[in-house]
T-cell receptor, first 110, second 114 residues
Framework: GDSVTQMEGPVTLSEEAFLTINCTYT??????LFWYVQYPGEGLQLLLK?????DKGSNKGFEATYRKETTSFHLEKGSVQVSDSAVYFC?????????FGTGTRLLVSP | DTAVSQTPKYLVTQMGNDKSIKCEQN?????MYWYKQDSKKFLKIMFS???????INETVPNRFSPKSPDKAHLNLHINSLELGDSAVYFC?????????????FGEGSRLTVL
């Protein structure tokens, strides 16, 4: 079945460091891919998405490129801030639902 | 106005009790979902409704019964609560059943069973 694999966390960085959170997927067909973010005490909200191969999604300084050849959708940001501390979920469109990865916690210290 | 709202936000109860969580969306979406998030943040879909009709039921125990009185509401009733039901329950909605569009999540309802 469709599945998403994310790197284990937590990822601990200092402010202004470069961020990469790895995400790979297994799917039949050509899913859309998403990154969602969950700030402490809140629900998930969409961060960015890509709907076809080679598309790049971007928002708030975060980027991810849909790589069909490596079945990956890694999340990157050039310079993280303390306010980016949250749990990040990679997801894909399965049959009638979104399939989420296990989430990666990011902790950014000043 | 909150797009997807859930009540209550916190719920503490004893094993064996019955409880309900309510969800309402004002986005005009056709599809609503219940997700369960465990202590390790793993997010798993439980149910999905499209225009009041059940379309996804992911091997959830019969003690869990969703009810959709109209397409803007999806409530979750849980009978005979068990310790393992302790989790955060998220309601969400989307425009289409295939989830090609964005899901909008509520803030979650943290259920603690003692």
């Amino acid at each position: 079945g469709d599945s998403v694999t994310q790197m284990e966390g937590p990822v601990t960085l200092s402010e202004e460091a470069f961020l990469t959170i790895n995400c790979t997927y297994t799917a039949t067909g050509y899913p859309s891919l998403f990154w969602y973010v969950q700030y402490p005490g809140e629900g998930l909200q969409l961060l960015l998405k890509a709907t076809k191969a080679d598309d790049k999604g971007s928002n708030k300084g975060f980027e991810a490129t849909y790589r069909k050849e490596t079945t990956s959708f890694h999340l990157e940001k050039g310079s993280v801030q303390v306010s980016d501390s949250a749990v990040y979920f990679c997801a894909l469109t399965g049959f009638q639902k979104l399939v989420f990865g296990t989430g990666t916690r990011l902790l950014v210290s000043p | 106005d909150t797009a997807v709202s859930q009540t209550p936000k916190y719920l503490v109860t004893q094993m064996g009790n019955d409880k309900s969580i309510k969800c309402e969306q004002n986005l005009g979406h056709d599809t609503m979902y219940w997700y369960k998030q465990d202590s390790k943040k793993f997010l798993k879909i439980m149910f999905s409704y499209n225009n009041k009709e059940l379309i996804i039921n992911e091997t959830v125990p019969n003690r869990f019964s969703p009810k959709s009185p109209d397409k803007a509401h999806l409530n979750l009733h849980i009978n005979s609560l068990e310790l393992g039901d302790s989790a955060v329950y998220f309601c969400a909605s989307s425009q289409a059943t295939s989830s090609r569009g964005e899901l909008f999540f509520g803030e979650g309802s943290r259920l603690t069973v003692l």
